[in-house]
Structure formats: structure tokens, C-alpha cells
């Protein structure tokens, strides 16, 4: 099946810092992918739509100049977390969609800790 | 707005049989599917139903009603690696995005 990749798959910063987290699609080529969010014990928030060329399309509520989103080739989509604060500290997933609609194939995640 | 109800905790013991509940709102349904989470790790897809009636795929069979908004995961033969988080996932409204329930924490005894 279709594999998702994500690095780092854990970071520690320190507040103020920022932190790039790569997704990247390892034997297909991905148009969207999809950033999620994920606190603990609690659902899969979707952050953003990363679209492969154009602008990242923001759930209500996230900030997009906190949450920088570049999808710069079809097979690599970048989430920096600017000036990253406690309240960041979270499970930041991936996932790309597979050719049916009824499949999302997620990275392993990132595990997000802000000092 | 979407909203999903799923049970926030099962428990069984292994080789039973779990069902996890699963109730919806939404508009322009398309189907639910059903994700296996282990702490600290990405969601696998389990299954997906976007017709009435039941899907099997060895230990695991899910099931949609779609005049009830309703749908469930059952899993026989609990093994305890099955002790996980199941999340079921609703497409709809012209996105095949899923917006997430908020998750089954099933534990699985010896």
C-alpha cells in the first residue's frame, strides 16, 4: 500500500522557536494532503489542506501565519509551527488520500513539545 | 456542522466480541469509515461503508444504516494487540476530507 512518511517523528524547542515537520508521499504522487492535529485521548482535528502548488486552504480557527503550509512538489508538504508557545505542544499527523475516496493514508506523526 | 457519538471506552477480554457504536450528523453523506489508533501512533484504516449493510474483513466487520445515521465496528476474536483507540469517520458534503469522532478507547483484558 501507499506509504506516508513524516520527520521528525518527535521534536523538544524551546518557546519562541520554530519547527518544520516534513510529509512527505514515498511511492505516489499527493496533490492535497491534509495536516491534523491531535491533543491527548482526543480526536484527529483537521488543520489545513496542503495543495500542491497553490495556497493551503486553513480549517476556522487556525491561524495561518502561525501554521506555515508549503506544498512545493507532489510528493512533499512542509508545516512549519512559528514562534511556537507551550499550547502548541501537540501530535501533528499527515495524511494524503488514496485514489478511492474512502482511504487517507496518514504518516506516523510528529510529536510536538514546546518548553 | 458535523457531529459524531461514539462511546469514549470499551473493555472486553480476549477472544470476546466488541461492537463500537457509531451515530452521525451530517449533510450530504457519503459514508463512514473506521480507523485503528495505538498510543503514540498514525491511524490505519480499517473499513469503509458507504451502502446499508455489513462489510467483513476477517476479525473485523463494520456496518451502516443510513436511515438511522448509525454504524458500527465489530471486532471477534479480541487478541490483545486489538487494545487501541477506534475512531470512526464520516465523508460528506462534497469533501472527501473525514472529519473524525472522538475516538473509542478499547481495552482488551486477558
Known sequence: ?115 | GQSLEQPSEVTAVEGAIVQINCTYQTSGFYGLSWYQQHDGGAPTFLSYNALDGLEETGRFSSFLSRSDSYGYLLLQELQMKDSASYFCAVLSGGSYIPTFGRGTSLIVHP
Not at chain 1, 521528525?8 to 516534513?22: D, N, Q, R
Not at chain 1, 499527493?30 to 484527529?44: D, E, I, N
Open chain 1, 1 to 115: 500500500g501507499a506509504v506516508v512518511s513524516q520527520h521528525p517523528s518527535w521534536v523538544i524547542c524551546k518557546s519562541g522557536t520554530s519547527v518544520k515537520i516534513e510529509c512527505r508521499s514515498l511511492d505516489f504522487q499527493a496533490t492535497t494532503m491534509f495536516w491534523y492535529r491531535q491533543f491527548p485521548k482526543q480526536s484527529l482535528m483537521l488543520m489545513a489542506t496542503s495543495n500542491e502548488g497553490s495556497k493551503a486552504t486553513y480549517e476556522q480557527g487556525v491561524e495561518k501565519d502561525k501554521f506555515l503550509i508549503n506544498h512545493a512538489s507532489l510528493t512533499l508538504s512542509t508545516l512549519t509551527v512559528t514562534s511556537a508557545h507551550p499550547e502548541d505542544s501537540s501530535f501533528y499527523i499527515c495524511s494524503a488520500p488514496g485514489t478511492g475516496a474512502d482511504t487517507q493514508y496518514f504518516g506516523p506523526g510528529t510529536r510536538l513539545t514546546v518548553l
